[in-house]
């Protein structure tokens, strides 16, 4: 089943035409303040994976804390914020905010990040990865998502 999602307003609609590689659950300060909240859900997954139907959204860039840019992709209308491409992480690929799927209940973050700045209020669910920072991809990611980043880095995806 395609997951399927868009803005606010409805101006731009997007579907993932695969399962996302990993689903973050990031704590850190950068996304508690670009999206007003205590974390943020974001699917990563290959650009080539997410296809807009009508109307493309806009960007924006920001230093991010690995140094390189963080590009931000939002609805020119409403101004919802639909994904984000890190400059820093492998491959070309994307990571889309869980937020903005119709069905956002149909996805659950695997991972726990940069939970040193994770509001103190908030209990994790026990037993799902956690790190204070960022992890290395071979010790979290399935292997069907580690061949297919591998096939896109290699640019065949
Ligand atoms: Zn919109
Ligand atoms: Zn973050």
Redesign the pocket.
């Known amino acids: 089943m395609d997951l399927e999602g868009g803005c606010v307003c409805g101006a731009v609609r997007y579907r993932l035409t695969a399962p996302p590689l990993i689903v973050h659950a ?3 300060r ?2 508690q303040k670009m999206t007003g909240s205590a974390f ?1 859900l974001n699917m990563w997954i290959e650009k080539n994976c997410v296809k807009t139907d009508h109307g493309a959204p806009k960007s924006f860039t920001l230093p991010a804390g690995s140094g390189k840019l963080h590009e931000v992709f939002y609805c020119g209308n409403c101004m919802t914020r639909l994904w984000s491409k890190y400059h820093a992480a492998p491959g070309d690929t994307l990571l889309v905010r869980v937020g903005t799927l119709d069905h956002p209940e149909r996805v659950e973050p695997d991972v726990h ?2 939970t040193r700045s994770k509001l103190p209020w908030l209990q994790l669910p026990p037993g799902k990865p956690a790190f204070e920072a960022f992890y290395k991809i071979p010790d979290v990611w399935p292997a069907a998502s580690q061949d297919r980043l591998r096939r896109n880095i290699a640019g065949q995806s």
């Open positions: 990031c704590h850190c950068d996304c943020v990040i940069f």
